[in-house]
């Protein structure tokens, strides 16, 4: 399958979920707190030198979904906060109280939109995102500035702490994922979903199942840009398995705690 394929692969599976979410999910606004993981917009400490920051609900593809920020205080005392949430002062003082914000980390292609609203408030802060986020015409017109790419392995600026690497697929798919030694805990994005389909309206939840996102691996919609770099992303799997994770985070469900290494194992099994 050719890249330019896949590209077109995932933009009309990306559309069809959007139109299929958009019919079925409306009305359902007086839920909308329900998918959360409350406290919302608060540091929740996970470990040492490590918080989770849940938030939304946020629409993606029609859809409204819970989203988690992933906060690291590095040895200078500063903070990296990994796919930043929705900015609000209260969240910014807690924060501040922890450590000052240094880096700011757009993981994936697609978690960049609040970026704008924690570069006002953190001037200072080096913005990092991958490489394909600066290419992206929306990021182009927002006004979003990205200092710096994340690559293959983690900048002097973390390296003592987090180890880090880029997974690659087709169709312009990139996701950095980072390892906090400290805790043993792998930071995701979107390479996992493990939303609760208890916490969702019931034709949601059906639909989310149908994607896969409900079962603690790999959504059907982002499967074809990996299979399309289907050696190199095993490959990227495989480091992250051997580097054994005692928990593992991502942006969207109940985060696997405890016996990260074996549930991530099951996670990328669909890939063989």
Not at 11 to 38: C, E, N, S, V, W
Not at 232 to 239: S, Y
Request: net charge positive; glycine share 10%; proline share 7%.
């Amino acid at each position: 399958m050719t890249e330019r394929r896949t590209g077109r692969l995932l933009l009309l599976g990306t559309a069809a979920a959007a139109g299929l979410a958009l019919y079925f999910a409306r009305g359902k606004a007086g839920d909308d707190t329900a998918i959360t993981y409350p406290p919302l917009d608060t540091p929740k400490p996970l470990g040492p030198d490590l918080w989770i920051v849940d938030s939304g609900p946020f629409s993606a593809m029609g859809m409204k979904l819970p989203i988690r920020m992933t906060v690291i205080r590095l040895a200078d005392g500063g903070l990296l906060l990994h796919s930043p949430t929705r900015y609000t002062p209260e969240l910014a003082r807690a924060l501040a109280a922890i450590g000052p914000i240094r880096h700011l980390v757009a993981s994936t292609m697609a978690h960049w939109t609040f970026l704008q609203e924690w570069q006002r408030a953190c001037p200072d802060a080096t913005t990092w995102g991958v490489p394909v986020l600066r290419t992206r015409p929306q990021v182009q017109r927002s006004g979003v500035r990205i200092d710096r790419d994340l690559g293959s392995s983690a900048p002097p600026e973390w390296a003592g702490d987090v180890e880090q690497g880029l997974v690659r697929g087709g169709g312009g798919f990139e996701e950095a994922w980072f390892f906090h030694k400290a805790s043993r805990t792998l930071v995701l994005t979107d390479l996992v979903e493990n939303l609760d389909p208890e916490k969702l309206g019931p034709v949601t939840a059906v639909l989310m199942r149908g994607m896969r996102a409900t079962s603690a691996t790999t959504g059907l919609q982002v499967r074809p840009a990996l299979a399309a770099k289907k050696a190199e992303v095993r490959a990227a799997m495989d480091t992250m398995i051997a580097l054994q994770p005692e928990t593992v985070l991502f942006a969207h469900g109940d985060i696997f705690r405890g016996n990260g290494t074996e549930q991530l194992r099951q996670a990328f099994a669909w890939l063989a």
